[in-house]
């Protein structure tokens, strides 16, 4: 079974530019999270999606980030203009909730982004 | 409140001791636990998980985990210490009913020395 994807691994850009993510869960899950984790910090969720819709984005800095889950699969998370406290690693997870499973997540490597 | 709680920062080992890594909850309801491994540059890899089942609960690379309803907790054992199990460790869960909310512990850094 194919685990999550995701992409670019390892991104650095200047401030005030912007960068995008993507995700694909694994086939099937309906349900999405965008985490961020800083250096030396556990995982903060920025955003939950429960097939195409938003179930919590509490703590997604709405005045520069923004998610999209189009037809309930596949996602982006973009930031613009990028600071340079968002350097971090944004971990995409997918799992079951919500279809009968036992809502373990699923990580994707991450994407590593440097903002300098 | 409901919530997860790792009680130490960073436990250190030798290869071939045991290892405990310690982990509280606080719930109103029959909580869903796991436990989660991250090595360096990685993401996040389940090790185990609790969902009302056996108490006892083994996962891969030789880890368990009791659960405690009387004591609140699911401390996560291993009894041999490997080089390779040194990582950062969540205790993760939900702990509100259902599963409209993932609580993540602070983590816990194991080293393991030789």
């Known amino acids: 079974e194919a685990g999550v994807a995701q992409s670019p691994r390892y991104k650095i850009i200047e401030k005030r530019q912007s960068v995008a993510f993507w995700c694909n869960p694994i086939s099937g899950h309906a349900t999405l999270y965008w985490y961020q984790q800083i250096l030396g910090q556990g995982p903060k969720l920025l955003i939950q999606?429960?097939?195409?819709?938003?179930?919590?984005d509490s703590q997604l800095p709405k005045d520069r980030f923004s998610a999209e889950r189009l037809k309930g699969v596949d996602s982006t998370l973009k930031i613009q203009p990028a600071k340079l406290e968002d350097s971090a690693v944004y971990l995409c997870?997918?799992?079951?909730?919500?279809?009968?499973?036992?809502?373990?997540?699923?990580f994707g490597e991450g994407s590593r982004l440097t903002v300098l | 409140a409901q919530s997860v709680t790792q009680l130490d920062s960073h436990v250190s080992v030798s290869e071939g001791t045991p290892v405990l890594l310690r982990c509280n909850y606080s719930?109103?309801?029959?909580?869903?636990l796991f436990w989660y491994v991250q090595h360096p540059n990685k993401g996040l890899q389940l090790l185990l998980k609790y969902t009302s089942a056996a108490t006892l609960v083994k996962g891969i690379n030789g880890f368990e985990a009791e659960f405690k309803k009387s004591e609140t907790s699911f401390h996560l054992t291993k009894p041999s210490a490997h080089m390779s199990d040194a990582a950062e460790y969540f205790c993760?869960?939900?702990?509100?009913?259902?599963?409209?909310?993932?609580?993540f512990g602070a983590g816990t850094r194991l080293a393991v020395h030789p």
């Open positions: 993760v869960g939900y702990v509100s009913g259902g599963y409209n909310k993932l609580i």
């Open positions: 997870a997918s799992s079951s909730y919500g279809t009968g499973g036992t809502g373990e997540l699923f």
């Open positions: 719930s109103s309801y029959s909580p869903s």
């Open positions: 999606f429960q097939n195409n819709g938003v179930v919590d």
